[in-house]
């Protein structure tokens, strides 16, 4: 049996399996397009996602655009 990761997600800490992906974590909080998403402050481009592989501790940032003046 494996013991699953601790993650920090938008500042909130989540259990995710020991071989989750950043896509895991996006589809985990099912967040909708556009969005922009770093791991420990690195910006991961989103043909990544599915190939990030999470680590134990890692600190994901989930970011939305802001329109307006």
Same mark, same amino acid.
């Given at each position: 049996m494996t %013991? +699953? @990761?601790k993650?920090? @997600?938008?500042g909130s800490t989540f259990?995710? &399996? %020991?071989a989750a992906t !950043? $896509? *895991? #974590?996006? $589809?985990? !909080?099912? !967040?909708?397009p +556009? /969005? #922009?998403? &770093?791991i420990n402050?690195? /910006?991961i481009p989103n043909t990544a996602y599915h190939h990030t592989l999470l680590h *134990? &501790? *890692?600190q994901i940032d989930l970011i939305a655009p802001v329109t307006g003046g």
């Open positions: %013991t +699953p @990761i993650v920090l @997600i938008n259990e995710l &399996a %020991t !950043l $896509a *895991d #974590a996006v $589809a985990l !909080l099912q !967040l909708k +556009p /969005f #922009a998403a &770093a402050l690195q /910006f *134990d &501790a *890692d």
